[in-house]
């Protein structure tokens, strides 16, 4: 699993027009881009969670568990995409469909249970993702 993690201070997603989630303006939290691959499971999705939870990259070295920061959670395959050869990725590495979104969904879930207040994206959909990047501050997450 690889989580591209990036500190906001907002976002939000729009599929069809509809915000379907969001972190409110001015309001620090996390946006977290997940990709799947073949072999991940609900348990990496687990200590993702609560590494992510854990992060300290919000404004004086807290983590979002210190403030209860808002965290938007949109799948993302394309953090699998291979670059190597040619000028067209490859997805292979990417999970399918029907692995990777129980994965995402036991991601978002694992942050809810350690108290998280989880927005999401559509798994699947044509999403549009707006934010305002605070810092600004990315950083991939991966075991």
Same mark, same amino acid.
């Given at each position: 699993? /690889?989580?591209? @993690? ?27 881009? @997940? ?7 609900? $348990?990496?999705?687990?200590?993702? $969670? ?43 590495? $990417? ?17 809810? /249970? ?30």
């Amino acid at each position: 699993m /690889r989580i591209l @993690v990036q500190r906001v201070t907002s976002a939000r997603v729009t599929v069809a027009g509809d915000v379907v989630g969001q972190i409110a303006p001015q309001t620090q939290g996390l946006l977290a881009l @997940v990709g799947v691959t073949h072999d991940d499971d609900a $348990a990496t999705a687990q200590r993702l $969670a609560e590494k992510l939870w854990a992060l300290r990259i919000l404004d004086d070295e807290k983590s979002a568990s210190d403030i209860a920061a808002p965290i938007l959670v949109v799948s993302q395959f394309t953090l699998y995409g291979n670059t190597t050869k040619g000028r067209r990725p490859t997805w292979n590495a $990417a999970a399918p469909g029907v692995v990777a979104e129980p994965i995402v969904d036991a991601f978002a879930a694992a942050l809810r /249970r350690l108290g998280a207040d989880v927005q999401t994206g559509v798994f699947g959909a044509d999403m549009q993702v707006e934010l305002v990047n605070d810092g600004p501050v990315t950083v991939l997450l991966e075991l």
